[in-house]
């Protein structure tokens, strides 16, 4: 057994990484928008959380200046979903909402944002951009007849067969 975990420390150079290769599986070589040292930096001081399959950093969330951005390895999506409820738990615990910029082709995390019951509040430059809430995602999980306890503890765990 293998266990996926919330970290207080998101590895910058990983996250770089995971955010990197989204952008190079497009066409665009992250070197020519940020270098890893200059992301780092410029990110070094804001709010995160990272995520971890047992201790191997596998990437996590930024909120910054507004926005929420998750950036995951490759070889970790669709196994991170574990992680989504504490991810959530962890914003909403210092901000009410916040936008989430989601590129237009990226339908992983379109259909992420659908489910969660956020809609788009605008279009711009092939990108998607979300406003999530805690209440907007209370109301649509009820609306499918569960509720969706975001007030639990501050660790997530969980137990994954590898």
């Known amino acids: 057994m293998k266990r996926l975990r919330i970290t207080d420390q998101l590895d910058l150079g990983v996250y ?3 955010d990197a290769s989204y952008y190079e599986a497009s066409g665009i070589h992250a070197q020519t928008v940020f270098t890893k040292e200059k992301f780092i930096a410029h990110y070094r001081n804001c709010r995160s959380i990272g995520f971890a399959y047992d201790d191997t950093p596998i990437g996590g969330v930024i909120y910054y200046r507004g926005y929420v951005h998750i950036a995951v390895l490759p070889d970790y999506h669709g196994r991170w979903a574990w992680l989504w409820e504490a991810a ?3 914003l909403f615990s210092f901000e009410q909402a916040a936008l989430a ?6 339908r992983p995390c379109l259909e992420l944002m659908r489910r969660n019951g956020w809609s788009p509040v605008s279009h711009v430059d092939g990108s998607v951009i979300f406003r999530i809430t805690r209440e ?3 109301c649509r999980a009820r609306s499918r007849g569960r509720a969706v306890d975001l007030n639990g503890g501050t660790e997530a765990e969980a137990q994954v067969r590898t």
Not at 101 to 106: C, F, K
């Open 16 to 18: 770089y990484d995971a």
């Open 88 to 90: 959530l738990e962890w």
């Open 101 to 106: 910029l989601v590129d237009a082709g990226n």
């Open 136 to 138: 907007g995602r209370t």
